[in-house]
């Protein structure tokens, strides 16, 4: 595995305030790298830090094969950052913020012309190019940022907290556009508010709290290692519901008619509804549930807090 960013032992803090305290993680090239973490733990700094925006108070950090402290202007030349406010300037047309990210690239005129026109059309905004940017609507505007970003052909990108504030349709679209980036050999590094975002995007995540990265791991990965799956049975009436609760020893819900018993694995599905059978008590419904990233990111940050 080639890593497109490893990260060894960060720190920063301001003033007497430590935001980031000696934290470690690597992400693969061509893969999506979700950092998750309340508001105030510390994912902007990150990104700030690796984007060469802030200093660092220490570690070793290696960007798109780049020492970051040593080679910082090699960094910037691998890199595209989209942050959480938009970098669109209003007073000009889609096509003229996309002119004027080719000017400080360099781009002769006439590929800056043609990279213009290739991301007018990648991000569906062809026939918005010529209108005023503060006519475009929020996801317009998002899209029109990243398309900023990638006109100097970026091997990472770092997305914080791209899709605030945009309505689900155009959340929506905007991962398609990071699934496509990824497709083409780009590496995503994504800081989001949105657990559902990381689940759908991210190869790995890390889940950052205190300062420190208190889980590290594929989707399924933190998933399967929180407990809390169950099995909800769902009864036809009362009296089922009643018998099922002294053959299982499990406390009824009177009023939706549901049992939930711990576990969710199909040895575990198969006993449960054979000693139901046996016990002739028919079961109407029944449906799994697993811990999703809510969970995990609940479970893991309320720890964090308990033990600082």
């Known amino acids: 595995m080639t890593s497109a960013i490893a990260v060894d032992g960060l720190r920063k803090s ?22 998750l973490g309340p508001n105030g733990s510390g994912k902007t700094t990150t990104v700030q830090i690796l984007s060469t925006l ?52 360099h781009l002769d005129r006439a590929e ?20 005023l940017a503060s006519t475009y609507s929020g996801g317009m505007r998002r899209r029109l940022d990243l398309a900023m970003t990638l006109i100097g052909r970026p091997r990472v990108i770092f997305l914080d907290e791209p899709t605030t504030g945009l309505d689900p349709r155009s959340r929506r679209m905007m991962w398609q556009t990071v699934r496509d980036l990824v497709a083409g050999g780009v590496t995503i590094f994504l800081t989001t508010q949105y657990l559902e975002e990381a689940d759908q995007l991210a190869d790995r995540i890390a889940v950052l709290d205190g300062g420190k990265l208190v889980a590290v791991g594929t989707p399924e990965e933190l998933k399967r290692g929180l407990p809390g ?16 609760a002294r ?11 549901t049992i939930d018993v711990p576990g969710s694995g199909v040895r575990e599905l198969r006993l449960l509804l054979d000693k139901l059978d046996q016990a002739g008590v028919e079961v109407a419904d029944l449906s799994l549930h697993t811990p999703d990233l809510d969970d995990v990111f609940h479970a893991l940050t309320e720890r964090a807090e308990v033990t600082r």
């Not at 430590?18 to 979700?34: M, S, W, Y």
């Not at 169950?230 to 089922?240: E, I, N, S």
């Not at 053959?247 to 008619?257: G, H, R, S």
């Open 14 to 35: 301001f003033g007497s305030t430590k935001v980031l305290d000696g934290i470690d993680f690597e992400v693969a090239e061509g893969t999506t790298f979700a950092l």
């Open 54 to 105: 802030i200093h660092s108070d220490g570690g070793q950090v290696r960007v798109a094969g780049h020492d970051l402290a040593g080679e910082p202007q090699k960094v910037r030349g691998a890199i595209g950052v989209t942050g959480q406010f938009s970098a669109v300037d209003d007073l000009l047309t889609g096509a003229e913020n996309l002119m004027l990210m080719a000017d400080l690239h």
């Open 112 to 131: 800056g012309r043609r990279r213009t026109e290739e991301l007018l059309d990648q991000f569906d905004l062809g026939e918005a190019a010529k209108r």
């Open 229 to 244: 799956g169950h099995v909800r049975l769902t009864f036809p009436d009362a009296a089922t519901l009643q018998a099922a």
């Open 247 to 257: 053959v299982l020893n499990n406390q009824p819900d009177d009023e939706t008619l």
